[in-house]
């Protein structure tokens, strides 16, 4: 009649426990206390047995108490409580799988009865005896080392208050019985016979031990590791157990080694850090079955307490215990590398020399010698690198952070069958691209992170190596990969984050080092690149050339021009449009508009009308191309291999973003409103926002200018090549100077014959422009008039500005280049000069004789308005200036054929270039041109 037993006992039990309580509470007879515990012991068994928590619970504290050691009143101990704590260690051995939560008030009694035992004994040892394994450890832990007689002393003295001598040998003689033989074997038998617990009752012990470990370390009278070593006696004897089990004790321990390793008290840290070092090897020594992570459980609390503790003590423990388990077990890590390498990371960013060094140097290890075991956990492996690559206060350790780097690119394209075998956690990405996912792909992101953080010679060199990999080994890329790879090279010049400082030295430095990198790997894989990115590096130059830095906008502009020299003569005419759309566009969003309609900010408060800004003509039939850069907000269209190109498109990488950097923002272009602070501010701090309101809108203009004069002479370099127009330009002055020399010294000059003056200095110059990189061949009329266009634009924006002299003194009142008075004379030539070279490279061109027409009409219209407007000029340096494009058109001029020189000179609206004459000329433009005119009298004398 099992069934009975539960409900009866439920209606009497509390009976039972005040009879069995009083009558050991008052009973001194030995046979009255035998059978009171005896009540007690069977009714644990059959709460135990029926599962019954509050009965059992019940009993069990009472028959704690009766032990005197849970309140430490030992100075009333007596026999009888001796015989009550023999049994609540037999309940200990009989019913241990059903005692669930009272197993921590027994653990209490049995942590209480040790520090008994030591006061019954009296016995003077190490209060840490058992924790330290080797000659290291000890050393370290030398200096918690105590007298635990003394510690009871304390704890006693915390709960009865002052005692005499006699009174503590009285207490330590009654205590004796404590230490007998018997005891202390079946004390030790609780924690031995743990390994025969079950799979929940051993769960359920282990937390009540940790439990009272912690409550025995936060005692701060004397706090006690009995416990503590405890739990690592019971790990050995548990060590057979299956995974799933361990899998349910280490979530419990691990939570209590992350607390104690973080404990404040050094002493105790290290000892929980030392023990947790000696399970660990334990269980490497164990391996690890496959799809089991066990041992990145049991390794969890060295990075938890890395992470969290203050201490250098404890985190040099904490390296110095990992890098034992790498040296001795490097063969048997498995899951546990991600919780090794999060050690180091953390590690990586200290500021101990020592520390590093040592968390180093085992890193280095790994990486050369046992680089096929960080397989699985490469990618917490490189970002462990990266950290010590971005230390800032060991540059030199950083540098050998991003050798390893390099080393693994290596590594990964001379074995990359490692990252292909399938894991768990990739099954979905194929065989070939878990090269890319697992090795590459984490290799260049680390490159660009510490790209972003580090200092200058850190990230110069993190920026080498990165696209040095590219170089290396891009061939074995594939085209999705470039892909996934330029959206973070392109991350490089996302600065937004970075202090203004920190900004304009990063625009200097790396962004131009980061763009002519990106342009040489791109070069270098033209061909696979360039239909699905072409887009984004022509936004990407565009994006640099707006940016409020003149060095980073220069740089944009620079790469632009070495892009298209070195790969020029590998586009089509879709990539050529979208070339020039690209130029098209920063010419527009770089056209300093403001410098036209500034006024200062004294007559803005007048409310005087700010004049409208000029409007550039553009020559008929340049919209359609035009069209394509309006377009280019939208998203690219990629072509797909083998079929139509997309339309041309230009978009810039970063706009998704607003960058207030950005020249083009919204905020930039109200900078010139800004320049009022609102009404009812002070006047010195209305004065001071004027100015610096003013002060960054010239800057911004300033650089503007100078990109507009750069954009120029790209499109010239682009199209005649680098040295072509200077060589002409310099042989031509050279030639005009000789001869004025020849003038005067009195040497007799021959008559030239029709058309010598073009033949002598033009026919060389084509030559060494044919020698020379030149893309001119490779555009079309339609392209280059296109370009033609841009340049006249320019040409006249300059020319309206370089007019205004009313403007140019007020902006150089107002600080604007204050050193001279601001002028556009470099630009107004620069641009003139480029249109007349490709107008006169179409118009003799034989390829482009369909449009010779039309060239001719507006070749004659722009160098008469150039001659027209030299006529007006007053400055003598600016009639300086336009000396080699007077030179230049007078020479090629002369190098007409017949019919054209017909048509251009000896009609009567070319007499306006003798209104040259009266000019007060330079001698080399005088002897050029009384050459040309005396070529017009000889063509004038043979047509009669």
């Not at 390296?319 to 590690?347: D, L, R």
């Not at 690209?582 to 007048?606: R, S």
Request: hydrophobic share 40%; net charge negative; with cysteine.
């Amino acid at each position: 009649h099992i069934e009975h037993v539960r409900p009866m006992f439920k209606m009497a039990w509390t009976p039972f426990l005040a009879a069995l309580s009083l009558s050991l509470r008052d009973a001194d007879d030995m046979q009255m206390v035998t059978l009171c515990l005896d009540g007690f012991r069977c009714a644990i068994r059959i709460a135990s047995i029926f599962n019954m928590q509050l009965e059992r619970n019940a009993f069990v504290q009472s028959l704690a108490k009766f032990t005197l050691l849970t309140n430490m009143g030992l100075s009333e101990m007596k026999p009888k409580n001796i015989e009550t704590i023999k049994t609540l260690i037999a309940v200990a051995h009989s019913e241990g799988n059903y005692l669930q939560e009272s197993w921590h008030e027994i653990l209490n009694v049995v942590s209480q009865l040790e520090l008994a035992q030591l006061i019954g004994t009296g016995v003077k040892t190490r209060y840490i005896s058992s924790g330290a394994t080797d000659a290291g450890s000890a050393g370290a832990l030398a200096g918690s080392i105590r007298d635990s007689t003394a510690a009871a002393n304390e704890l006693l003295e915390g709960a009865r208050g002052k005692m005499d001598q006699k009174t503590l040998a009285t207490i330590q003689e009654s205590m004796g019985e404590t230490s007998s033989q018997s005891v202390v074997v079946a004390v030790d038998r609780i924690f031995t016979s743990s390994s025969l617990l079950d799979g929940d009752a051993i769960v359920d012990f282990v937390r009540a031990l940790c439990s009272v470990s912690v409550a025995e370390l936060e005692n701060k009278v004397a706090p006690r590791m009995f416990c503590l070593t405890k739990i690592v006696e019971i790990s050995y004897y548990n060590m057979g157990r299956i995974r799933l089990e361990w899998s349910r004790i280490w979530a419990v321990l691990g939570d209590y080694f992350n607390k104690v390793g973080c404990n404040p008290n050094d002493e105790i840290a290290f000892f929980a850090i030392d023990s947790l070092r000696q399970l660990s090897i334990k269980f490497l020594e164990k391996g690890e079955l496959a799809n089991f992570r066990f041992q990145k459980d049991f390794l969890k609390p060295f990075e938890y307490v890395m992470k969290r503790t203050r201490s250098l003590n404890i985190r040099d423990m904490i390296v110095s215990c990992t890098e034992q388990m790498v040296s001795k077990q490097v063969h048997n890590i498995k899951s546990g590398w991600v919780n090794i390498f999060a050690v180091f990371h953390k590690a990586a960013s200290d500021r101990d020399e020592k520390l590093l060094e040592k968390a180093f140097f085992r890193i280095s290890k790994i990486f050369e010698d046992h680089f096929a075991s960080t397989i699985d956990t490469f990618q917490d492996a490189i970002k462990c690198l990266s950290e010590f690559a971005c230390n800032p206060s060991y540059p030199d350790t950083g540098m050998e952070a991003i050798r390893l780097i390099d080393l693994c690119g290596e590594q990964l394209a001379k074995r990359p069958e490692l990252f292909r075998e399938q894991t768990p956690a990739d099954e979905s990405v194929s065989g070939q691209d878990s090269v890319w996912v697992r090795g590459w792909f984490p290799v260049l992101v680390e490159l660009s992170y510490v790209v972003s953080r580090c200092k200058l010679d850190v990230r110069t060199r993190a920026l080498t190596v990165m696209f040095n990999i590219m170089k290396s080994y891009g061939s074995q890329f594939a085209l999705h990969w470039w892909e996934d790879l330029f959206s973070v090279v392109f991350r490089i010049f996302d600065n937004t984050m970075l202090p203004d400082m920190q900004k304009s030295e990063w625009m200097t430095t790396t962004c131009p080092h980061a763009l002519m990198a990106i342009v040489n790997v791109f070069s270098q894989y033209f061909e696979k690149l360039a239909p699905v990115l072409l887009d984004d590096l022509f936004g990407q130059f565009c994006w640099c050339a707006q940016q409020e830095n003149k060095d980073l906008a220069a740089a944009g502009l620079d790469c632009l021009e070495s892009f298209v020299l070195s790969n020029g003569s590998y586009f089509d005419e879709t990539i050529w449009d979208k070339t020039i759309s690209c130029i098209l566009k920063i010419f527009e969003d770089t056209v300093p508009h403001k410098l036209l309609t500034w006024v200062p900010a004294d007559q803005q408060d007048e409310g005087n009308e700010q004049p409208s800004p000029i409007s550039i003509p553009r020559r008929a039939g340049t919209e359609p191309l035009r069209q394509v850069e309006n377009n280019s907000s939208e998203t690219p269209r990629r072509a797909a291999p083998g079929g139509a190109a997309p339309t041309p498109t230009v978009e810039t990488p970063l706009a998704k973003k607003p960058d207030p950097t950005s020249v083009t923002s919204p905020a930039m272009d109200q900078s010139q409103d800004s320049l009022a602070p609102p009404v009812g501010t002070p006047a010195l701090e209305r004065r001071q926002t004027v100015d610096e309101a003013q002060r960054r809108l010239f800057a911004t203009l300033t650089i503007r200018c100078q990109v507009q004069r750069a954009l120029i002479r790209t499109m010239d370099h682009i199209l005649f090549s680098s040295v072509s127009s200077k060589e002409e330009d310099s042989r031509l002055v050279h030639a005009a100077a000789t001869e004025v020399s020849q003038q005067k010294s009195g040497s007799p000059r021959p008559s030239p014959a029709l058309g010598s003056i073009g033949s002598s200095v033009s026919m060389p110059i084509r030559r060494s422009m044919s020698n020379n990189v030149a893309m001119e061949p490779c555009l079309n009329a339609k392209q280059l008039l296109y370009l033609v266009d841009l340049l006249l634009r320019s040409h006249e924006f300059a020319k309206s500005f370089n007019q205004n002299e009313d403007l140019r003194a007020k902006l150089w009142k107002a600080g604007f280049m204050d050193r001279l008075k601001p002028n556009m004379w470099s630009q107004e030539v620069a641009s003139i000069a480029c249109a007349l070279r490709v107008l006169f490279l179409i118009y003799e061109a034989d390829r482009f004789s369909s449009c010779w027409t039309d060239v001719e009409q507006q070749l004659m219209g722009v160098w008469r308005k150039a001659v027209s407007y030299y006529c007006t000029l007053s400055s003598q340096k600016q009639r300086h200036e336009w000396m080699n494009v007077l030179l230049l058109l007078f020479d090629r001029l002369a190098a007409m054929n017949e019919d054209r020189f017909d048509r251009h000179l000896l009609s009567v609206e070319s007499c306006m270039i003798f209104d040259i004459l009266p000019l007060d000329l330079e001698p080399e433009i005088r002897c050029t041109m009384r050459n040309l005119l005396k070529a017009m009298h000889l063509r004038s004398c043979s047509g009669r």
